[in-house]
C-alpha cells in the first residue's frame, strides 16, 4: 500500500540520510584536521596520507563479513553498534599523540564504519518492496 510506503519514507529515511552525512563528513575530515594537527603531532602530509588510506584499508576489509551478519543479527544491532563504536573512536581523535595512534585509531575508525552504508541498504531493501 502507498501509505505504508510514505509512512516508512518519513520515518526511516531523516535518521538514515543523517547517518550517512555523519559518515560522509567522518571520512574526510581528516584533511580538515591535518591544518590543525600537522604541528601538533610534527606529522608530513605524507603521514596524513598514510592515516587517511589505513582508514578504506579497514573499511574494505569488514564491509562484506559485517553486511552479512546484518540478516542474522539485525539491522538495529548491526547499525547501532558501527555507529556507538564508529563515534567513540571519532571523539578520541583529538587524544593522539603521534602519527602512529592516528594511524591505529583510522584503521579502527575504517572498522567501525564499514558496515553502516551496506547496513542501511540491506536494511532499506527489507522494508521496500523491489517494485
Given at each position: 500500500?502507498?501509505?505504508?510506503?510514505?509512512?516508512?519514507?518519513?520515518?526511516?529515511?531523516?535518521?538514515?540520510?543523517?547517518?550517512?552525512?555523519?559518515?560522509?563528513?567522518?571520512?574526510?575530515?581528516?584533511?580538515?584536521?591535518?591544518?590543525?594537527?600537522?604541528?601538533?603531532?610534527h606529522a608530513t602530509p605524507q603521514a596524513f596520507g598514510l592515516a587517511s588510506g589505513i582508514f578504506f584499508l579497514g573499511y574494505a576489509?569488514?564491509?562484506?563479513?559485517?553486511?552479512?551478519?546484518?540478516?542474522?543479527?539485525?539491522?538495529?544491532?548491526?547499525?547501532?553498534?558501527?555507529?556507538?563504536?564508529?563515534?567513540?573512536?571519532?571523539?578520541?581523535?583529538?587524544?593522539?599523540?603521534?602519527?602512529g595512534q592516528l594511524c591505529v585509531l583510522r584503521f579502527a575508525l575504517g572498522l567501525a564504519e564499514s558496515g553502516f552504508f551496506p547496513?542501511?541498504?540491506?536494511?532499506?531493501?527489507?522494508?521496500?518492496?523491489?517494485?
Amino acid at each position: 500500500p502507498p501509505e505504508l510506503v510514505t509512512k516508512l519514507l518519513r520515518k526511516l529515511l531523516p535518521v538514515l540520510w543523517l547517518g550517512y552525512v555523519f559518515n560522509i563528513l567522518d571520512r574526510s575530515n581528516l584533511g580538515y584536521a591535518q591544518l590543525q594537527m600537522a604541528d601538533d603531532l610534527h606529522a608530513t602530509p605524507q603521514a596524513f596520507g598514510l592515516a587517511s588510506g589505513i582508514f578504506f584499508l579497514g573499511y574494505a576489509m569488514l564491509q562484506l563479513p559485517l553486511n552479512h551478519a546484518v540478516p542474522r543479527l539485525g539491522a538495529r544491532r548491526v547499525l547501532s553498534t558501527c555507529m556507538v563504536c564508529w563515534g567513540i573512536l571519532s571523539a578520541s581523535a583529538g587524544l593522539v599523540d603521534s602519527v602512529g595512534q592516528l594511524c591505529v585509531l583510522r584503521f579502527a575508525l575504517g572498522l567501525a564504519e564499514s558496515g553502516f552504508f551496506p547496513g542501511c541498504l540491506l536494511y532499506l531493501t527489507a522494508w521496500f518492496p523491489s517494485s
